[in-house]
């Protein structure tokens, strides 16, 4: 096991009060920009693998992925898992923001939503901001739909600790040509549900996935978009989905 250097502080994401421990600077550096700002005494959740976790590994065999990037990758399905039994959810996204409204373009992995999300900070400048390029988190307050930055955020490591309100979600696939439309919530449904969570087989909390992920999809503009990689696809995709 490579050196570790154990962690523990309170941090405050998505609205959740976590005291967390690390054990190597990745998950410790991205989690910095949410460490708590205000004291307080008993957490919401606590998230530790511990070193136990780690001596097991190595024990299993070491496969491809560090210790470090194992944490990375672990601590944010824990994550995950929390905002599950909030009722609330990570979609593996990546968030832009415009004008006080998220809009996330979900897809797998290589399909080009970092790609499209770039082509808006091209189109609007000082106006925009990428809130989380990997995993945001999507809360209902009150009876309203947020997105929040989370420290678990891809190889780029561009988020920001920022609440901004839902605009809408886009579901891409790449094309040769640019269109975009409104998805049906029942084709929805299994685009958002592979894109949230990893192994279902071992997710004890599956209905509230699916409630959650269900009114997610139901009480906000979804969309479905064939693009390619030009300005063009921005300004088509603005147009259609933009809040006001």
Not at 27 to 40: C, F, G, N, P
Not at 63 to 91: C, P
Request: hydrophobic share 35%.
């Amino acid at each position: 096991m490579s050196e570790v250097n154990k962690f523990t502080a309170k941090y405050e994401i998505a609205g959740l009060k976590v005291l967390m421990t690390t054990y190597y600077n990745r998950t410790k550096d991205l989690a910095s920009e949410y460490l708590a700002k205000t004291d307080w005494d008993e957490p919401d959740y606590e998230i530790d693998l511990g070193l136990e976790f780690y001596e097991k590994r190595k024990a299993r065999g070491v496969g491809h992925l560090s210790d470090e990037d194992i944490e990375y990758v672990t601590t944010g399905a824990l994550f995950n898992r929390i905002l599950i039994a909030e009722q609330s959810i990570m979609l593996h996204s990546s968030a832009v923001v415009v004008d006080g409204y998220a809009y996330l373009f979900s897809a797998d992995k290589g399909v080009g939503k970092t790609t499209h999300t770039h082509l808006w900070l091209e189109k609007f400048g000082d106006r925009a901001y990428i809130i989380n390029d990997d995993k945001p988190a999507i809360k209902n307050i009150d009876g309203e739909w947020f997105v929040y930055g989370t420290p678990w955020c891809g190889k780029d490591n561009t988020n920001k600790n920022a609440k901004v309100k839902l605009g809408a979600i886009v579901f891409i696939e790449r094309s040769e040509e640019n269109w975009i439309e409104p998805e049906n919530v029942v084709e929805a449904v299994p685009k958002f549900f592979k894109q949230t969570i990893r192994k279902l087989h071992q997710e004890k909390n599956i209905d509230k996935v699916l409630s959650t992920m269900e009114k997610v999809l139901n009480e906000n503009p979804i969309y479905k978009m064939g693009c390619n990689i030009s300005s063009e696809a921005a300004d088509m995709a603005y147009e259609k989905i933009r809040r006001v």
